[in-house]
Nanobody
């Protein structure tokens, strides 16, 4: 099970950190991705972290977002800075065992959270 938290309303240029608490599987062996879905749009990849901490980002968020994990807390994070109105979406975390070259595809993941809303607006 994955449970996201930390979403909310933030002004453009602001910051938020999302959390993804995992349970029911061996956290250390899983890789994690963050995705987002805006109204009327397809779900898109945002970031990915491997079991060893290697990170990958979509071009649209590179240098603004940081994905991380805390194996002791069974939690993955997405730190979002310099937020823009176009970052408004429901954000989902997802988990899969072992690294995938296709981390940006939703079909690669076994577990999904319920999502948390992020709204960037003045």
């Amino acid at each position: 099970q994955l449970v996201e938290s930390g979403g909310g309303l933030v002004q453009p240029g602001g910051s938020l950190t999302l959390s993804c608490a995992a349970s029911g599987f061996s956290f250390d062996y899983y890789t994690f991705g963050w995705f987002r879905q805006a109204p009327g749009k397809e779900r898109e990849s945002v970031a990915y972290i491997t079991t060893t901490g290697l990170t990958y980002y979509a071009d649209s968020v590179k240098d603004r977002f940081t994905i991380s994990r805390d194996n002791a807390k069974n939690t993955a994070y997405l730190e979002m800075n310099s937020l823009k109105p176009e970052d408004t979406a429901v954000y989902y975390c997802a988990a899969r065992v072992r690294f995938s070259d296709f981390w940006y595809q939703t079909t690669e993941y076994s577990y999904w959270g319920q999502g948390t809303q992020v709204t960037v607006s003045s």
